[in-house]
Nanobody, 123 residues
Framework: QVQVVETGGGLVQAGDSLRLSCAAS????????MGWFRQAPGKEREFVAG????????FYGDFVKGRFTISRDNAKNTVFLQMNSLKPEDTAIYYC????????????????WGQGTQVTVSS
């Protein structure tokens, strides 16, 4: 069974930074794509960023516009999401997920999800 655990959320002010972590366990990490999604109240879950575990190729949602950076530490089976210049509209629950062997922004393609971590950005 694969387990995914996110940490690092919190309450910050607009313009601040946060670093989210995602630890995956229970499977060999190579060849699986890791993704970050977010969901705000009343909105659909949207793709934030993703990384190919072995190759380091990265992908971002259009709204990121250079503010976020996804990275990984293969030795620790951990993926990070560095979020800078946070805006109130970034307020959401942030989820980490894994499952597909190819880059995809479709949440239905991901089999394993963490419980989510709340990010709140005040104006």
């Amino acid at each position: 069974q694969v387990q995914v655990v996110e940490t690092g959320g919190g309450l910050v002010q607009a313009g601040d930074s946060l670093r989210l972590s995602c630890a995956a366990s229970g499977r060999t990490s190579s060849n699986y794509f890791m993704g970050w999604f977010r969901q705000a109240p009343g909105k659909e879950r949207e793709f934030v960023a993703g990384i190919n575990w072995s190759g380091g190729a990265t992908f971002y949602g259009d709204f990121v516009k250079g503010r976020f950076t996804i990275s990984r530490d293969n030795a620790k089976n951990t993926v990070f999401l560095q979020m800078n210049s946070l805006k109130p509209e970034d307020t959401a629950i942030y989820y980490c997920a894994t499952g597909p062997r190819y880059p995809t922004t479709n949440p239905l393609s991901y089999d394993y999800w963490g419980q989510g971590t709340q990010v709140t950005v005040s104006s």
